[in-house]
Structures are given as structure tokens and as C-alpha cells.
């Protein structure tokens, strides 16, 4: 697949991918920061890189102005009415034109108009999509507009997840407790990048001047989102509670203007209004000396995915203190990078205290979390495990999917046992066991070479078809050879289609009929169903699974010519043998056939309805939906298979 080529330079051979973003706004957060380092690592791993995103408002942050020349950048001014979803219909438009030319896709954020719409379409034209849900599946996060996402999880989302070849997480524990509502794609974790940040030649003393805070004074640095899961109104607080009483904050960030009137109020309630500092948003040299004049870094998050910021300090060899909110921190605590304390003031403050009291301990923790960041954080790495991520998903992307592949998607609890809800298998056979005892003696009519016993067919079908284990004999009958090498059974015989079976009256206690009454011709039924009343015992039973003559299954099958089943199977089943087609004629096959057939008071007579028709979808996921559908629309006479139990009463 060939590479987006800019404009007046040749096409390129490298591998290509669009990373999407649901917007850019000057109050984006710790999303953006990760999508901008992840395009960043890509493109210096040799991948053409282009980067998308709506811009809400013009208002083009600077974070995408920084960013490598490397990667293309392709951003469209959010429009109503889609802009409060994350969308711009430019862009959506350029994606139905653009998304084919790639060879893979990153989504940054679930919830977001383009990332739905990259998703459904990038499936279609067989290019992966890898999602990164930077937090959005976490149950706290999906507490925002709760009853919506509750709605629309099952519905919408789990289709949406479905349809990625991975979800891409940031943290074990976001894995871990992520809330996928039964997908089954696989997850991936992959640390973010982080560059290493050289604070050596910063400024920090030009740094604090500008932003007023005092020469000597320790600065406890915040940096991200102004959002209420950051939990700034505890930083105040918990500055307010230091020993050391000459500490100012200094807030790096910008966010909705109630949460800082949130902010603002506390610094007020708690005295140290003059000890705050806001700065804004911040990038480039100002956002290095913000880490050059910081004697700690602190982030008490009620929850945090991965914890960019944080990360970034330790990078800059800041002594970091973080709330165990912060999925990353039983890591960090372990490597000796950072400090981590529950969410609570006081005892936050006194972790604070202790490395504004003490440099040699500061110094240390801050070399520890440079070496920390360099050995698992290093962009390169990072690129090369996006890479090895990004090949499993083109193969699995670019891989036509089996049948098997398609019922596992749409019935996930085939893993459960091998079987959906909707198998006339299982039903049929757990119904077929209960009628058996130790002593009982079966025929098998129409047992065929018993391709249900074949190695790749699933334990369960194997186990709850072997009547052997369950009988005291089973013997075998067809009128096709093959039936000689049927290993199932303990007695084998071929038979004449029109001839009498070579078995007394009355030898056995049950009969078996698996998809075989559809076979017989109309002029042969009255004799068929004579002869196996003659060989079943007196309070036996016949037990037959049939389709049905007025379900839709066996209208198409009359329409289409016998000469055409074994082409039209061959499409539909895969690795059905050819061997196991047969013409059918279809003169036992309905309940008014088999009242005639079997009449009272000779015979108890039971039949029921059963869907089926999906097994005749195919590896089509569309085919396996409509054939859902017809199925619960269908009226019970019209049921594709009928479940046949008659039993011959005494005397």
C-alpha cells in the first residue's frame, strides 16, 4: 500500500499511517501531548506519519506548530453542527477520499465523531485501526454523561471496539480494569514516549520573574488540563499544610473556567492566594523552565491513565510526588522514580516536606527517574513496539475472515464451550441422550462416514454426538459405501434404497435420523417410515432433525437446481466435502407429512420448530446478521428445522 506523497515530492515506500485526534483546542490536554509523541517516534522510526485533527475555533494550539517537521499535518476547522462531537465534516470527507491510501490508522480517543467514522470505514478497504482510549473506557471516566454511555456500551460501543485490530493502553492497569462490554479484541500495552527533556541550559530565574514568583522561594510545580479528576483544589490545599511555608504553586495549565473559580476559591479559603501562580498553557522553552525552576513536581489525580506530565518530570529529573490515583505509580515507587501517597493532604504534604527538606534525597530520586525514563520510555523503543504492534494488526487486518472468524463476532459466547445459543446440535443430541440407557441399542439411519467425528470438529459436538459411550451398540446403515468406514459405530452396514433392512423386528431401542428424511424420494417415504417402525422396539423412540419443507432454507434449496448444491454449499460452507452433499426431495418434511407418515395411536408424535438458518450464511458477517434477523422474524411454521421425536407405543 502506497504512502500519501506530498506535494512535489515522489510517492514513498515507507509505511504509512494517519494518527486522528478528536480535536485541538488551547485548552487540549495530556491526549494531544500523546498523540504529538507518538506521531514524533513514528516518523523517527522511518514511518510517513500524518497527523489529523479538527481545530475547534481556529484556535490551532501550540503544540502541533512544535511538532517534527517529519509529519504531515492535515487539520480542518471543527464546523457546526459537529464540532461539539469532535468533528469537522471536511475531514470526513477527506477521510472517505484519503483512509484507503494508508497502512494503518491510530486512533487517539473513543468518543469523537472522526474516530467513529475512521472505524466503521477503515474495515471496508481492509487497513487496521489501532485505538488508544487514553482513559475513556476507565469506569470513572465513563461516569461522565453515565446514562448515555450505559445506552449506547452494548449498542454502539462494543461494535465500535470490535472492529479495531487492537486497543492500545498506556498501563497494565488500564487494561486491566478498562470497560470493553465484551469485545474481544486484543489489547496491547505500550508506554507513551517520552523524549528526554535537558533542563541544564533552562533559565529558571528569568522563568520565575516573568510569572512573579520570589527568587529563593521552592516552587511545587502543577502542569496539565485544569479538569476536576487532577484534583488541583488538594494541591492547594495541601500547599496551604507544608512546614515549608515559603513554597509558592505554580500552575501550568488552562481548563473549563469553573473548575479554576474551583481553584481559585480554595487558594482563597486557604490563605495562599499570594503562593499560587498561573501561567497558562505552556510549551517549548517556557515548558522546559517551568522543570528547571520546579523543586517538585506533584500530581494528586484522583485517577490517571498513564500520567504524561509526571512522566516528563521525571524526564527532566524533577523529584516527582503522585497520588496512587496515577496507574503508573505502584511502577514508578518500584524503580525508586518517584514518591507516591494516597489522596489525602496531609499526608501529600508531608512527602513534599521531606524532599523540599532534604536535597541529597531529592537528587537522587531525580537521577533515578532520568534513568527510569531513558531505559522505558525511550521514543525509539517505543516506535519499535508500535511497529511490531502495527504488523500483527495488517495481517489480521488484510486476512479474509473464516466463518469461524465472523460467528465468533457476533455469537462471543462460542469461546464458552464451542457452541451459540442457537445450535440445533446441542439441543438435539442433550435431547437424544436423555431417551438412551446403558442397555439401549441404536441404528444409526443414514450414518454416513460420520464426519462429525473428524479431529478439527469441537469436543462438545464429538462428545454429545457419541451415542457409543452412551449405548450398549450402535449400528450403522446408508445406502452410500462410506458408511463401511465410519469408525463411530460398532456395526456397519449398506443398504438398498429400496430394500429391507437386515435386522429382526423389534431390535432396536432407539432410531436415529440426522438430516437424512430430506433425502428420501416421495414414492419410497411410506415404506422408509414402515420399515423403521418394524425395527423399533415397542415404547422406542425415532428421533429425527430435519429442515423444513416451508422454511425458507428449503424453498431456496428446490429453486436452485440439484446439479448447482454442491458449487452453492461449497461457497456457503467452506470445507464441507462435496461427498456430503446430496439431491433432496423433501417428502418427510412437514408436521402434516409425518402425522401421515407415523399416525396416532400407532405412534406419540412430537415436533417442534428450530432456527438454523445461519449455518448457510457463510463467512459473511453482513449474511450472518440478515440471517439473524430473518430468523426472529420467521413464524414458527416456517421454522427452518424441524425436531422430529416419535415414539411407538405398546401393543
Same mark, same amino acid.
Given at each position: 500500500?502506497?504512502?500519501?506523497?506530498?506535494?512535489?515530492?515522489?510517492?514513498?515506500?515507507?509505511r504509512?499511517?494517519?494518527?486522528?485526534?478528536?480535536?485541538?483546542?488551547?485548552?487540549?490536554?495530556?491526549?494531544? =501531548?500523546?498523540?504529538?509523541? +507518538?506521531?514524533?517516534?513514528?516518523? #523517527?522510526?522511518?514511518? @510517513?506519519?500524518?497527523?489529523?485533527?479538527?481545530?475547534?475555533?481556529?484556535?490551532?494550539?501550540?503544540?502541533?506548530?512544535?511538532?517534527?517537521?517529519?509529519?504531515?499535518?492535515?487539520?480542518?476547522?471543527?464546523?457546526?453542527?459537529?464540532?461539539?462531537?469532535?468533528?469537522?465534516?471536511?475531514?470526513?470527507?477527506?477521510?472517505?477520499?484519503?483512509?484507503? /491510501?494508508?497502512?494503518?490508522?491510530?486512533?487517539?480517543?473513543?468518543?469523537s465523531?472522526?474516530?467513529?467514522?475512521?472505524?466503521?470505514?477503515?474495515?471496508?478497504?481492509?487497513?487496521?485501526?489501532?485505538?488508544?482510549?487514553? #482513559?475513556?473506557?476507565?469506569?470513572?471516566?465513563l461516569?461522565?454523561?453515565?446514562?448515555?454511555?450505559?445506552? +449506547?456500551?452494548? *449498542?454502539?460501543?462494543?461494535?465500535? %471496539?470490535?472492529?479495531?485490530?487492537?486497543? *492500545?493502553f498506556?498501563?497494565?492497569?488500564?487494561?486491566?480494569?478498562?470497560?470493553?462490554?465484551?469485545?474481544?479484541?486484543?489489547?496491547?500495552?505500550?508506554?507513551?514516549?517520552?523524549?528526554?527533556?535537558?533542563?541544564? #541550559?533552562?533559565?529558571?530565574?528569568?522563568?520565575?520573574?516573568?510569572?512573579?514568583?520570589?527568587?529563593?522561594?521552592?516552587?511545587? *510545580?502543577?502542569?496539565?488540563?485544569?479538569?476536576?479528576?487532577?484534583?488541583?483544589?488538594?494541591?492547594?490545599?495541601?500547599?496551604?499544610?507544608?512546614?515549608?511555608?515559603?513554597?509558592?504553586?505554580?500552575?501550568?495549565?488552562?481548563?473549563?473556567?469553573?473548575?479554576?473559580?474551583?481553584?481559585?476559591e480554595?487558594?482563597?479559603?486557604?490563605?495562599?492566594?499570594?503562593?499560587?501562580?498561573?501561567?497558562?498553557?505552556?510549551?517549548?522553552?517556557?515548558?522546559?523552565?517551568?522543570?528547571? $525552576?520546579?523543586?517538585?513536581?506533584?500530581?494528586?489525580?484522583?485517577?490517571?491513565?498513564?500520567g504524561l506530565?509526571?512522566?516528563?518530570?521525571l524526564?527532566?529529573?524533577c523529584?516527582?510526588?503522585?497520588? &496512587?490515583?496515577?496507574? %503508573?505509580?505502584?511502577?514508578?515507587?518500584?524503580?525508586?522514580?518517584?514518591?507516591?501517597?494516597?489522596?489525602?493532604?496531609?499526608?501529600?504534604?508531608? $512527602?513534599?516536606?521531606e %524532599?523540599?527538606?532534604s536535597?541529597?534525597?531529592?537528587a537522587?530520586?531525580?537521577? =533515578?527517574? =532520568?534513568?527510569?525514563?531513558?531505559?522505558?520510555?525511550?521514543?525509539?523503543a517505543? $516506535?519499535?513496539?508500535?511497529r511490531?504492534?502495527?504488523?500483527?494488526?495488517?495481517?489480521?487486518?488484510?486476512?479474509?475472515?473464516?466463518?469461524?472468524?465472523?460467528?465468533?463476532?457476533?455469537?462471543?459466547?462460542?469461546?464458552?464451550?464451542?457452541?451459540? =445459543?442457537? /445450535?440445533?446440535?446441542?439441543?438435539?443430541y +442433550?435431547?437424544?441422550?436423555?431417551?438412551?440407557?446403558?442397555?439401549?441399542?441404536?441404528?444409526?439411519?443414514?450414518? #454416513?462416514?460420520?464426519?462429525?467425528?473428524?479431529?478439527d470438529?469441537?469436543?462438545?459436538?464429538?462428545e454429545?454426538? /457419541?451415542?457409543?459411550?452412551? $449405548?450398549a451398540?450402535?449400528?450403522?446403515?446408508?445406502? @452410500?459405501?462410506?458408511?463401511?468406514?465410519?469408525?463411530?459405530? @460398532?456395526?456397519?452396514?449398506?443398504?438398498?434404497p429400496?430394500?429391507?433392512?437386515?435386522?429382526?423386528?423389534?431390535?432396536?431401542?432407539?432410531?436415529?435420523?440426522?438430516?437424512?428424511?430430506?433425502?428420501? &424420494?416421495?414414492?419410497?417415504?411410506p415404506?422408509?417410515? !414402515?420399515?423403521?417402525g418394524? *425395527?423399533?422396539?415397542?415404547?422406542?423412540?425415532?428421533? !429425527?432433525?430435519?429442515?423444513?419443507?416451508?422454511?425458507?432454507?428449503? +424453498?431456496?434449496?428446490?429453486?436452485?437446481?440439484?446439479?448447482?448444491?454442491?458449487?452453492?454449499?461449497?461457497?456457503?460452507?467452506?470445507?464441507?466435502?462435496?461427498?456430503?452433499?446430496?439431491?433432496?426431495?423433501?417428502?418427510?418434511?412437514?408436521?402434516?407429512? %409425518?402425522?401421515?407418515?407415523?399416525?396416532?395411536?400407532?405412534?406419540?408424535?412430537?415436533?417442534?420448530g428450530?432456527?438454523?438458518?445461519?449455518?448457510?450464511?457463510?463467512?459473511?458477517?453482513?449474511?450472518?446478521?440478515?440471517?439473524?434477523?430473518? &430468523?426472529?422474524?420467521?413464524?414458527?411454521?416456517?421454522?427452518?428445522?424441524?425436531?422430529?421425536?416419535?415414539?411407538?407405543?405398546l401393543?
Amino acid at each position: 500500500m502506497s504512502s500519501p506523497s506530498r506535494e512535489g515530492e515522489p510517492a514513498s515506500t515507507a509505511r504509512s499511517a494517519l494518527l486522528l485526534l478528536n480535536s485541538v483546542a488551547d485548552t487540549s490536554g495530556g491526549s494531544l =501531548r500523546a498523540a504529538v509523541n +507518538i506521531a514524533e517516534a513514528m516518523a #523517527g522510526g522511518g514511518v @510517513d506519519v500524518t497527523f489529523s485533527a479538527p481545530v475547534v475555533r481556529g484556535g490551532e494550539h501550540r503544540t502541533i506548530d512544535l511538532m517534527d517537521q517529519r509529519v504531515s499535518r492535515r487539520m480542518f476547522l471543527a464546523s457546526p453542527p459537529v464540532a461539539r462531537f469532535g468533528g469537522s465534516l471536511r475531514q470526513l470527507v477527506w477521510l472517505s477520499r484519503k483512509v484507503r /491510501d494508508f497502512d494503518e490508522v491510530q486512533v487517539h480517543s473513543l468518543f469523537s465523531l472522526s474516530a467513529v467514522y475512521a472505524v466503521v470505514l477503515c474495515p471496508l478497504w481492509r487497513v487496521p485501526v489501532l485505538l488508544w482510549p487514553h #482513559g475513556s473506557l476507565d469506569p470513572s471516566d465513563l461516569r461522565k454523561h453515565e446514562l448515555l454511555k450505559r445506552l +449506547i456500551g452494548p *449498542l454502539v460501543t462494543r461494535r465500535i %471496539l470490535d472492529r479495531c485490530a487492537a486497543l *492500545l493502553f498506556t498501563a497494565t492497569r488500564e487494561s486491566r480494569i478498562a470497560v470493553t462490554y465484551g469485545s474481544a479484541t486484543p489489547h496491547e500495552v505500550i508506554a507513551l514516549p517520552v523524549a528526554p527533556l535537558r533542563v541544564e #541550559g533552562a533559565s529558571p530565574a528569568f522563568w520565575r520573574k516573568r510569572h512573579g514568583i520570589p527568587p529563593e522561594a521552592p516552587v511545587v *510545580l502543577f502542569l496539565g488540563r485544569i479538569d476536576p479528576k487532577k484534583r488541583l483544589p488538594l494541591l492547594i490545599e495541601t500547599l496551604s499544610l507544608l512546614e515549608c511555608r515559603d513554597a509558592h504553586l505554580a500552575v501550568v495549565g488552562d481548563g473549563p473556567d469553573s473548575e479554576r473559580a474551583l481553584a481559585v476559591e480554595t487558594a482563597r479559603r486557604c490563605g495562599v492566594t499570594d503562593r499560587v501562580h498561573w501561567t497558562g498553557w505552556l510549551e517549548g522553552e517556557d515548558r522546559v523552565e517551568a522543570f528547571a $525552576a520546579a523543586a517538585v513536581f506533584a500530581l494528586l489525580s484522583e485517577y490517571e491513565n498513564f500520567g504524561l506530565s509526571a512522566i516528563e518530570a521525571l524526564s527532566a529529573g524533577c523529584p516527582t510526588v503522585i497520588s &496512587d490515583g496515577v496507574f %503508573l505509580a505502584e511502577d514508578l515507587v518500584r524503580a525508586g522514580a518517584a514518591v507516591a501517597v494516597p489522596r489525602d493532604a496531609h499526608l501529600a504534604a508531608k $512527602a513534599i516536606d521531606e %524532599l523540599l527538606n532534604s536535597p541529597e534525597q531529592a537528587a537522587a530520586l531525580g537521577e =533515578r527517574a =532520568r534513568e527510569l525514563v531513558a531505559r522505558e520510555f525511550e521514543p525509539a523503543a517505543v $516506535a519499535a513496539a508500535l511497529r511490531d504492534t502495527s504488523e500483527r494488526s495488517m495481517v489480521t487486518a488484510t486476512k479474509k475472515p473464516t466463518r469461524d472468524d465472523v460467528i465468533a463476532r457476533l455469537y462471543p459466547e462460542v469461546v464458552a464451550g464451542g457452541y451459540i =445459543r442457537q /445450535d440445533g446440535f446441542i439441543d438435539f443430541y +442433550i435431547r437424544v441422550q436423555s431417551l438412551l440407557t446403558p442397555d439401549s441399542v441404536v441404528l444409526d439411519f443414514g450414518a #454416513g462416514r460420520g464426519g462429525w467425528n473428524d479431529p478439527d470438529t469441537p469436543s462438545v459436538f464429538r462428545e454429545v454426538r /457419541d451415542l457409543r459411550s452412551k $449405548a450398549a451398540r450402535v449400528v450403522g446403515v446408508d445406502v @452410500d459405501p462410506v458408511v463401511l468406514d465410519n469408525t463411530s459405530l @460398532d456395526e456397519a452396514h449398506q443398504i438398498d434404497p429400496a430394500g429391507r433392512i437386515p435386522f429382526d423386528d423389534e431390535t432396536f431401542d432407539l432410531v436415529l435420523a440426522d438430516y437424512v428424511f430430506e433425502h428420501v &424420494d416421495r414414492g419410497d417415504a411410506p415404506s422408509v417410515a !414402515a420399515e423403521l417402525g418394524r *425395527l423399533l422396539k415397542p415404547g422406542g423412540w425415532l428421533c !429425527a432433525r430435519t429442515p423444513n419443507k416451508l422454511g425458507l432454507i428449503a +424453498i431456496a434449496a428446490r429453486i436452485v437446481p440439484n446439479r448447482l448444491h454442491v458449487s452453492t454449499l461449497r461457497h456457503l460452507q467452506p470445507g464441507r466435502p462435496a461427498e456430503d452433499v446430496f439431491p433432496t426431495r423433501y417428502a418427510m418434511n412437514t408436521k402434516r407429512d %409425518l402425522r401421515r407418515l407415523f399416525p396416532a395411536p400407532e405412534w406419540t408424535l412430537v415436533t417442534y420448530g428450530h432456527p438454523g438458518i445461519q449455518q448457510y450464511a457463510g463467512a459473511s458477517a453482513l449474511m450472518w446478521r440478515i440471517a439473524a434477523g430473518v &430468523d426472529r422474524l420467521t413464524p414458527p411454521p416456517m421454522a427452518p428445522t424441524l425436531m422430529v421425536f416419535a415414539r411407538k407405543n405398546l401393543g
